[in-house]
Structures are given as C-alpha cells and as structure tokens.
C-alpha cells in the first residue's frame, strides 16, 4: 500500500507540474488523485443507496485539467475541490434547491458554491462539496436547462478551445454564451415567482408576470414565442386568479420548451462547424 502523500508534498507536486511534468510528478499526481477514489465510490453510493437519485460517475479529472486550473486560478494543488466528483440534473429550479437541501442533510461536512447568484462566464449551477476524511468531492447540481448550457459551452470549447469557458477567445462565441445564460437567468426568475407565490397562495399573482422583455429574446421567436407572449398579456388583463395561475405555469413550461429547442438548436449548429 503506498504511504499517503503529505500536504506540502500536495503542493510542492503543483509547483512542479506548473514548470513541467516529469515520470516521477505524473506518477504521484496519479496516486494523488486515485487517493480520492474511496471517498468518491462512497459519496456516490450514498446519494444512490439513500436519496434514489440518479447521477453522473465523473472520473477524477485530468492531469492536463488540473496544470490548466493550477496556471489559470494560481492556486495550490491542495486547493482544487474537484479532483473527483459526480454531477445530478435537476428537473428544474424547485428540483435543484430540493436535492441541494437534501444533499446538506445526508452529508455533514459540506460547502455550497452558488452559481446562480455568482455565475463563472455564464455557467450556472450549485456545487456542493462534500468532505469526507480530508477529501473534497464535487456534486455538481445543474438543472436541465443549465446542463444544455455546461453542453453548448464545451461544443464551443472543442471548436475554438477551452480558454472560451473561462471568459476568454473569440468574443463573438463569449457573447454568446453571456446572452444564453442572461436568458436563463430570466427564465428562471420567473420560475421562482412562480413557485413562491404557489406556495403562498392566499397571495394574488403578480400582473408583471410576462416574458415580453425585448431584451431578452435572443431566438426566443416563431409561433411558439407568440403564444408565450400573448399569454404574459393576458395575466395583465384577466382578474380571475384560478385562470392567471394557470396562465402563470403555461408561460414558464412553454418559455422552458423554447429555451431548450433553442439551446439544442445551437448545439447541433456548432457541430456543423467543427
């Protein structure tokens, strides 16, 4: 069994690889990261066994990722929280916060990364990171629309590299994943007015409900979007509160359908490119 390797042992290696890699560096770096396996089969097991969820079995991340994070953030080799991890994609916004919060209650020693409220370059999702004996495991929980994001971003990665999803390249490709992300973020304030006023039922539906924000509907157009908009009228004109909550959930499923053609679309058009 080889002896575990120390923390200043840990970073002194990240220093190296930072310089270059040599035979000795890439076969620590290797039992560094196979270190990790236990507390990640265990993480796994857990969410599977105990909360039913279905999830990704990342595998631990790559000697080249980590050179790459270790140059780009300048940070030490202990440091990086996601060396090993798994990822669950959530229905939706309520989903997410319901796994999250299921997450902190089955796990003791735990840290939250929002990304909702602080993106990186238009990524969107919650991280939470696990710790169990001194080992950080990542659980990335993106809902489905913020997964198509995560897809769209690294399709532009394979075509144009991997420094676009760090908020540099080609600008035409980082505007593009701003707007994307700035329309889900749009969609998904509407999903949470929606579902707090659902829980808060004795309170009247906000006349304000209405996506017909001309700032935010890049590609948000066709017959479909017409529907959308009209339906976001009508919460304004109509008293009836039963039909402005059946309103309400029409707008936020249909805006959710548009959104995810529209990412799909985007997707399969960058493959064209490559």
């Given amino acids: 069994m080889a002896k575990e390797i ?15 890699k040599t035979e000795d560096d890439l076969r620590l770096l290797e039992q560094y990261r196979h270190s990790f396996r236990t507390a990640h089969e265990f993480v796994y097991k857990e969410i599977r066994e105990k909360l039913s969820l279905e999830l990704t ?100 990665a394979d075509m144009c590299g991997q420094k676009i999803k760090y908020g540099k390249g080609e600008e035409q490709y980082q505007h593009l994943l701003s707007e994307w992300s700035s329309i889900i973020k749009r969609y998904e304030d509407y999903e949470v007015i929606l579902n707090q006023q659902l829980n808060n039922s004795t309170e009247p539906i906000a006349n304000s409900f209405s996506i017909n924000d001309k700032n935010h509907q890049m590609n948000i157009d066709g017959r479909l979007s017409a529907i959308v908009i009209e339906l976001g009228e009508l919460v304004t004109e109509i008293n009836d509160e039963k039909i ?31």
């Fill in 57 to 156: 079995k990342r595998r631990t991340k790559t000697t080249q990722s980590i050179v790459d994070k270790l140059l780009r953030e300048s940070i030490r080799l202990t440091q990086i929280q996601d060396i090993a991890g798994c990822r669950i994609i959530a229905r939706d916004i309520a989903d997410q916060d319901k796994i999250v919060q299921q997450l902190c209650e089955l796990f003791n020693d735990i840290k939250l990364i929002d990304r909702r409220t602080k993106p990186s370059h238009g990524y969107r999702a919650i991280h939470v990171i696990v710790f169990i004996k001194n080992k950080a495991i990542e659980i990335q929980v993106r809902t489905a629309i913020q997964h198509l994001w995560a897809e769209l971003s690294e399709k532009y």
């Fill in 244 to 274: 402005k909550w059946q309103l309400a959930q029409a707008i936020t499923i249909l805006y959710g359908v548009k959104l995810n053609i529209n990412i799909r679309l985007q997707i399969s058009e960058v493959e064209k490119l490559k």
């Fill in 6 to 20: 120390s923390k200043s042992q840990i970073d002194r290696l990240g220093e190296r690889l930072q310089l270059g």
